[in-house]
């Protein structure tokens, strides 16, 4: 089998499914059961794209059969002359297009298209560790502004020095954890700290995790079991802050998925003035939370089949070195090397994370065997 026909008979088997989707996604009963409906409006996407792909290379191919049959069987040159233009036109787009339903007729990970929790601590390096994290956060805010998404900080622990021991946000946008899940590891930094007298080149670190955000249904929270404590801020923020106490603190009994021991997770959130939304975005961190550890197994499981570290989201892997007095980005995933610092930090990692995306979408292809 060719490989146009191959990839038509992937697609024509798909068909059928997309016209069971689209009559289940306005039954009453589905509309009724919302978990189920929002997984198959998100099938329903992906698929109505891959039936526009397969128009696009039915049509393609249609034309390269045709301009090919005029080039054989017709006698005038203009007629001949346009064939062979078509023809050389079909022939360009066709490896793209091909290369692109081949990516698409990879099952997407469900989680990429979630909100993500962003979490940067500062590690090995002290005062300069906490620093490299506050750079490392205004890097993402800058991005997550070019992007068009939303980032709010949920806590911060601030360091002596400046920048953050510890600092958690959510960020909400369209595909965003498809995005970040690149940036989970650990990020080195080689620089002359603002503390140093002698001019020498300290090595520091800070830790990223990113975390796909956990809907209301994906676990189930016994919320009559929570703890919850009240507390005053401390801060920015005025006289308000200090006097109500908006601060919440939960604590929530979780059974181990894996241990089988009950372990108490606590959580704090003093982002707002208002306590309920304090109670609300602490409750969004700890379905989050439970979310992930119960699906770290699966993950593993994920990451003990790949070949490289491009989206495992392994926390203890150093994925990339920042080294200061030479301005140069590397990421030791890809050996992807630039001399753009500063661009960088001011949130230029698109390009990066382009070619992560690049590297692991071939990777998926090599073990789909497509």
């Not at 906490?130 to 070019?146: I, P, T, V, W």
């Not at 975390?211 to 801060?235: C, M, N, Q, Y």
């Not at 990692?349 to 990777?363: K, M, T, Y």
């Amino acid at each position: 089998m060719s490989t146009s026909e191959s990839l038509l008979s992937k697609l024509d088997g798909l068909k059928s499914r997309f016209e069971e989707v689209s009559t289940l996604i306005t039954d009453p009963a589905v509309l009724a059961d919302q978990p189920r409906y929002v997984r198959l409006t998100k099938e329903y996407k992906e698929l109505s794209d891959l039936m526009d792909a397969r128009r696009d290379y039915a049509l393609l191919l249609s034309g390269i059969e045709e301009s090919r049959s005029i080039l054989l069987h017709d006698d005038d040159p203009d007629m001949k002359e346009m064939a062979r233009e078509e023809l050389a036109a079909c022939e360009k787009k066709l490896p793209e297009l091909e290369e692109k339903i081949r990516l698409m007729l990879i099952p997407n990970d469900p989680e990429d298209a979630r909100n993500a929790i962003l979490e940067i601590r500062g590690g090995t390096g002290g005062d300069e560790a906490a620093l490299f994290a506050g750079d490392l956060f205004r890097m993402y805010s800058k991005f997550c502004e070019q992007k068009g998404w939303k980032l709010e900080v949920s806590s911060a622990s601030e360091g002596a020095a400046g920048g953050f021991k510890e600092i958690v946000c959510s960020v909400t946008g369209e595909g965003v954890y498809g995005v970040l899940k690149y940036e989970s590891g650990v990020h080195r930094v080689q620089r002359v700290p603002a503390t140093e007298t002698q001019g020498r080149v300290h090595t520091s670190a800070a830790t990223v995790a990113v975390l796909p955000e956990a809907e209301a249904f994906d676990v189930v929270i016994h919320e009559g079991e929570i703890k919850w404590d009240t507390f005053r801020s401390s801060g920015a923020g005025g006289q308000n802050v200090n006097k109500v106490e908006s601060g919440v603190r939960l604590r929530y009994p979780w059974k181990n998925p894996v241990t089988g021991e009950t372990e108490e997770i606590l959580i704090e959130c003093t982002e707002t003035r208002d306590q309920p939304k304090n109670k609300e975005r602490a409750l969004a961190r700890l379905r989050t939370f439970i979310y992930d550890r119960e699906h770290r197994k699966y993950t593993d499981d994920i990451a003990s089949r790949r070949k490289t570290l491009v989206s495992t989201g392994d926390r203890s892997a150093k994925i990339r070195t920042y080294n200061y007095p030479q301005g140069r980005i590397t990421d030791h995933r890809i050996n992807y090397t630039i001399y753009n610092l500063q661009a960088f930090m001011d949130g230029d990692i698109q390009d990066c994370i382009s070619h992560l995306i690049v590297a692991e979408n071939a990777e998926r292809l090599k073990e789909a065997e497509l």
